[in-house]
């Protein structure tokens, strides 16, 4: 029998270590860096304020969207999203694994923002599809004893669009033989 879901080991968000190519990379961009900067310097400054203008425009902008979202969901936990699924079809690991998962990744100025199954991925969540076919989905599947190494026979592929979507998806995917 299957262990219940709230014994799942806790999330883990450990930065990969920088091996010498990426530091040896990192230098030559800097070294390029400061040599624009030292026959440009005019250039360099105004664009740099453009650009610092129009990233701080931009994250005062998702800062006032994700804190309208954290006020319409005051007290909300994984109990509503749980409570969304059928959990005699839906493993309770996977929807688990997806809250957590994404709470984590979603972790604002040490505040968690409650996950809804309703919730779309790219537009409310503001996740970037990159990153949740490279970082995100990898680590949900494996803290949720899923594989995915054949996901093109998947019923759900290429229609994952909201949170809900995802837990099906992975819901979907053989579980691993080393899963608990």
């Known amino acids: 029998m299957r262990r219940a879901s709230r014994f799942m080991p806790p999330v883990s968000r450990q930065p990969p270590p920088w091996r010498w190519a990426g530091r040896l990379l990192a230098a030559a961009v800097a070294c390029a860096l400061l040599w624009v900067l030292w026959t440009h310097l005019l250039a360099v400054c105004a664009s ?17 969207h994700f804190a309208r979202l954290m006020r319409a969901r005051a007290g909300e936990s994984i109990c509503q999203f749980a409570r969304s699924f059928d959990c005699r079809s839906v493993d309770t690991w996977v929807v688990r694994a997806v809250y957590e998962e994404l709470q984590a990744g979603l972790a604002l100025q040490g505040m968690r923002l409650p996950v809804r199954v309703t919730d779309r991925l790219q537009k409310d969540l503001r996740l970037d599809a990159d990153d949740l076919d490279l970082s995100l989905v990898p680590d949900i599947a494996q803290r949720a004893g899923r594989e995915l190494s054949c996901t093109q026979g998947n019923p759900f592929y290429g229609k994952v669009t909201t949170v809900g979507d995802l837990v099906h998806f992975l819901n979907a995917q053989p579980r691993l033989a080393v899963a608990n």
């Open 48 to 64: 740099a304020i453009v650009l610092w203008g129009l990233v701080t425009v931009a994250g005062w902008l998702n800062e006032k």
